[in-house]
Nanobody, 127 residues
Framework: VQLQAFGGGLVQAGGSLRLSCAAS????????MGWFRQAPGKEREFVTS????????YYGDSVKGRFTISRDNAKNTVYLQMNSLKPEDTAVYYC?????????????????????WGQGTQVTVSS
């Protein structure tokens, strides 16, 4: 599985960005997808995840109410709509994927449970 993220860039505080992640896999609908981020000098942080059939979505506390994850299984793509961006959202954002399993619902926010990682896309929010 190869993941390629698009849409990062520079935006002012309060603005919006939409990230996309295209997956090269034949059975995209069997994978849970998500986003993590990492800022310089900080640990990786869970941002959001969506189950394989979009039945469940999860968000980190710092982005709840501002970010929305969605997926289009026909296009093998997952999206991250980021609104009301803050300078503290500045980070490299990584698209991730893992095969569906019942364990997903217990550890969707654990980075080690994701088997596939994209190359990352930089998001910079200026104050």
């Amino acid at each position: 599985v190869q993941l390629q993220a698009f849409g990062g860039g520079l935006v002012q505080a309060g603005g919006s960005l939409r990230l996309s992640c295209a997956a090269s896999v034949r059975t995209f609908s069997r994978y849970a997808m998500g986003w993590f981020r990492q800022a310089p000098g900080k640990e990786r942080e869970f941002v959001t995840s969506i189950s394989w059939r979009s039945g469940s979505t999860y968000y980190g506390d710092s982005v709840k109410g501002r970010f929305t994850i969605s997926r289009d299984n026909a296009k093998n793509t997952v999206y991250l709509q980021m609104n009301s961006l803050k300078p503290e959202d500045t980070a490299v954002y990584y698209c991730v994927a893992r095969l569906s399993s019942l364990n997903y619902y217990n550890n969707y926010d654990v980075p080690e449970t994701y088997d596939y990682w994209g190359q990352g896309t930089q998001v910079t929010v200026s104050s």
